[in-house]
């Protein structure tokens, strides 16, 4: 009778831990983390390796990244982990920081530089960052989103519409600098963002310029930039009204510039004197 009493415990506990361990693998499952190529590896050693990866455009949201990072974490235990992730294999290949000058070709990487993951053993430190265009990467915009991975959950972005983080856009400047004319004004274009993160549809709403002979080459530009915008992929279509505001706001500055994002609704582009 002991015996079998025994039997009975240690099946309990075999259930127990089959179920714990079950549990474990699913949430495990649950993640699953995106394909990944390797670009070009700076730094391989027992202590430390940096490198530059590449992944598809809609990995970039933030769910897909905290997957990735995990999957890195344990593919290079006990090592500090630098991952620069971009939307293109040739960009994670042929990317180099930039000297005094960027070269076209480089411009056009760090474009596709759309997130970091540090993995820091010592210091503790584990966390991403994301940036819908990678030119801005080194400067404080206010639109990158960093994420520690201590959290729990799945973390908005700092920039978004209707929960639909934004994953890229094509560098905004101000137009003045590629007609070589001052000018300021708004336009406002209403449009979708389909299901696929794309934006299309653009009808303009509003718009005014001054002088109001330049008031066609301010549509033609933000047409241009809104239709590079990409957000996460949903399984929905969202209305979009978005309003571009030129400013020029300290003509004692020369060529300076600078973006604000007031999402959802509109973008503020600051500059100083044109010429």
């Not at 990072?69 to 994670?92: C, D, M």
């Not at 241009?224 to 929905?236: D, L, M, S």
């Amino acid at each position: 009778m002991e015996r079998f009493r025994n039997s009975n415990r240690i099946a309990a506990r075999l259930f127990v831990l089959t179920v714990v361990l079950c549990g474990a693998i699913s949430v495990f499952g649950a993640c699953k983390a995106p394909h990944y190529r390797v670009g070009k590896i700076l730094e391989n050693s027992a202590s430390d390796i940096t490198f530059h990866i590449s992944v598809r455009l809609e990995d970039f949201a933030p769910g897909r990244l905290i997957c990735l990072a995990g999957a890195l974490r344990q593919k290079y235990p006990e090592r500090n982990v630098t991952a620069l992730i971009f939307s293109s294999h040739e960009a994670a290949k042929g990317f180099q920081p930039a000297s005094v000058e960027a070269v076209p070709v480089e411009y056009r990487y760090q474009s596709m530089l759309h997130a970091s993951y540090i993995y820091d053993v010592e210091r503790d430190e584990n966390y991403l960052q994301i940036w819908p265009n990678g030119v801005t990467a080194d400067a404080d915009l206010g639109i990158s989103t960093f994420i520690g991975l201590t959290v729990k959950g799945t973390p908005s972005c700092t920039l978004a519409i209707n929960g639909r983080c934004l994953l890229e856009f094509q560098h905004i400047y101000y137009p003045s600098y590629e007609i070589q004319a001052e000018i300021s004004g708004h336009v406002t274009l209403a449009g979708s963002i389909g299901r696929n993160g794309a934006t299309s549809d653009l009808a303009v709403v509003d718009a005014k310029a001054d002088p109001p002979e330049r008031q066609s080459a301010l549509i033609d530009w933000a047409k241009r930039n809104f239709i590079t915008w990409r957000f996460e992929p949903a399984k929905h279509k969202d209305a979009v009204r978005m309003t571009y505001r030129f400013e020029v706001a300290d003509p004692s500055i020369r060529h300076e510039h600078r973006v604000v994002f007031q999402l959802p609704d509109e973008v503020r582009i600051l500059t100083g004197r044109i010429y």
